[in-house]
């Protein structure tokens, strides 16, 4: 029987070309959406990772939750001995520290409300790739009162690489405190709403200025970011479960949840979409096929076989058909991938950012797998019914066809 259904494949080229053509560009629009939908959650995440959260951050317990109203109640406390004892553990390239404070910033003209960070400069440096320095350059150890302004706090005070600011805050014993900084750097972050209020300056300079030895947070950055929730339940594992927090920067991005959750759905669609369309295609096709063949169906059965022998070669037919397509797509839709993953989209700024980019189409093997089953598995279910009512007309109504 299966080599019957080879035979009977290809004695009508054209048809079959049509039924293959249907199929491939089917399982080729599957495989180039979910790629680039792929590729904003990879890019998403990278950038988000990369600008602002790191992999992991830990802090005190509660901080989250009641932190805010009273940030120096939950300073950690020799948080260079517990860096140390994370950046021994499998797969984190780096530990650094973070002091967080609120404040604000004054031109000589003007007082900006501000979300400061006390950073290690070239550790930040290390991690931040995905931030863009718009003008100026970046913090580094050799700075002792230098600030990096996010681009909206520059735009906001009229400030460029150079000048000079007053920034005000509050000691960890209640006291105002004020130094004055130069601005050596304008950067932009993924997120515009970060950039309006966010002011980099060195960690000595931050303890200096809120008169404390410790630190808010400890970042990690991971060789891998696939190895993030391994990496997470070491660390929780490691640090004391009652006096520390550990938060993988997935819990700490609203947005990128949102977003992937949002896109998931908007490609679960697409995906039934193009079923259908494949299904009615294809069904479109064996249909005719199916009719035009009613009369050797009819001398197969006049010959001794049975209704069921052929519903099974017609299923089989198409089994191979859509087999034959769903490879052909997914090899035609890698090409294209690669092909226009060599050129790139150049793509608008998302919501809630600034920045354009470019975006490709990744190759991704559950993309692949997906898009090689609704092209098989369509082209058998559009075979059902035509099969089911072929193999049911009557042998003299079937041999009436051969005349």
Not at 10 to 36: D, K, W
Request: hydrophobic share 45%; proline share 3%.
């Amino acid at each position: 029987m299966l080599k019957l259904a080879f035979r009977n494949i290809f004695r009508h080229y054209l048809r079959t070309g049509l039924t293959l053509a249907a199929i491939m560009f089917g399982v080729v629009g599957l495989v180039l959406s979910g790629g680039f939908v792929e590729d904003i959650f990879y890019q998403l995440r990278e950038n988000t990772i990369h600008s602002q959260l790191g992999h992991m951050q830990v802090y005190k317990t509660d901080y989250f939750a009641v932190g805010r109203r009273d940030p120096y109640k939950y300073i950690i406390e020799n948080p260079q001995q517990k860096a140390d004892k994370l950046k021994a553990l499998e797969d984190v390239s780096d530990v650094m520290m973070r002091l967080n404070f609120s404040g604000l910033l004054n031109n000589g003209r003007a007082d900006l409300p501000i979300m400061g960070e006390g950073i290690q400069a070239e550790k930040e440096a290390q991690l931040g790739s995905a931030l863009k320095i718009l003008s100026g350059r970046q913090i580094n150890e050799s700075d002792e009162y230098s600030i990096l302004l996010g681009q909206g706090v520059a735009q906001s005070l009229q400030l460029k690489p150079g000048d000079y600011v007053s920034l005000l805050a509050n000691t960890a014993d209640g006291a105002l405190n004020s130094f004055e900084f130069q601005v050596v750097g304008i950067f932009q972050s993924f997120s515009k709403e970060f950039d309006k209020h966010a002011i980099r300056i060195p960690l000595l300079a931050a303890q200096d200025l809120l008169l404390t030895a410790g630190a808010h947070s400890l970042v990690l950055s991971l060789s891998n970011s696939d190895e993030t929730d391994y990496v997470a339940q070491q660390v929780r594992q490691l640090l004391p479960e009652k006096e520390f927090e550990v938060y993988a920067w997935y819990e700490l991005a609203d947005f990128y949840q949102k977003t992937v959750d949002m896109y998931r759905q908007q490609f679960a669609v697409l995906k039934l979409i193009i079923l259908v369309l494949v299904l009615l295609s294809v069904a479109n096709s064996v249909s005719m096929a199916v009719h035009e063949r009613t009369g050797e169906f009819g001398t197969l059965k006049a010959l001794g076989r049975r209704r069921s022998h052929v519903f099974k070669l017609i299923l089989i037919e198409n089994s191979i058909l859509g087999l034959m397509g769903a490879v052909l797509g997914v090899a035609l839709g890698v090409l294209l991938a690669w092909l226009i993953s060599e050129v790139g989209i150049t793509m608008p700024p998302p919501p809630n950012s600034n920045s354009e980019y470019t975006a490709y189409i990744q190759i991704v093997p559950s993309v692949l797998l997906i898009g090689f089953l609704v092209g098989a598995v369509a082209t058998m279910l559009a075979a059902i019914i035509p099969a089911l009512r072929v193999s049911r007309v009557p042998v003299v109504d079937a041999l009436r066809h051969n005349i």
